[in-house]
């Protein structure tokens, strides 16, 4: 495959994407179920035909897309609105995190069979999202 193939595809992708990020906005739809949808379209039992079956490539691609995401999403976010569950956040963010590890932990080491170590390794893995469920409750932005 060459390397102008390739550019053009991830350019078209890339254009396909930005589309579906505004038309996210205009029709309701999270802006994750496109860009699934855009993907599934893309892929090999789709109508884009990509095969793609080079897993050290998915986990680089995974990880640039990830850096981005994050980055994009700190660009892009508003402050007024973040403010009402700042405390709420760094609770969580610290006590919550440190609390869910050791009751999970605790439960998988005593009930489920792991090792201590096993545990305490699975309640870091879960307990991870608990400083983005806040801001999933927190106040909602009303725009007028």
Excluded: C, N
């Excluded at 969580?92 to 439960?107: K, R």
């Amino acid at each position: 495959m060459s390397l102008e193939y390739i550019l053009v595809v991830v350019a078209v992708l890339l254009m396909l994407s930005i589309f579906a990020s505004k038309a996210s906005g205009r029709l309701g739809v999270p802006a994750l179920i496109l860009f699934l949808v855009l993907g599934m379209l893309a892929g090999s039992e789709g109508i884009g035909g990509i095969y793609f079956d080079d897993a050290e490539l998915a986990q680089w691609v995974g990880v640039v897309a990830l850096a981005f995401i994050l980055f994009a999403a700190g660009l892009e976010t508003d402050w007024k609105f973040v403010r009402g569950s700042l405390g709420s956040a760094l609770s969580l963010s610290t006590v919550g995190v440190l609390l869910t590890s050791v009751v999970v932990g605790w439960f998988a080491h005593r009930v489920a069979g792991f090792s201590l170590l096993q545990g305490m390794l699975l309640g870091a893995i879960v307990s991870a999202t608990d400083a983005a469920a806040v801001f999933l409750t927190g106040p909602k932005r009303v725009d007028v």
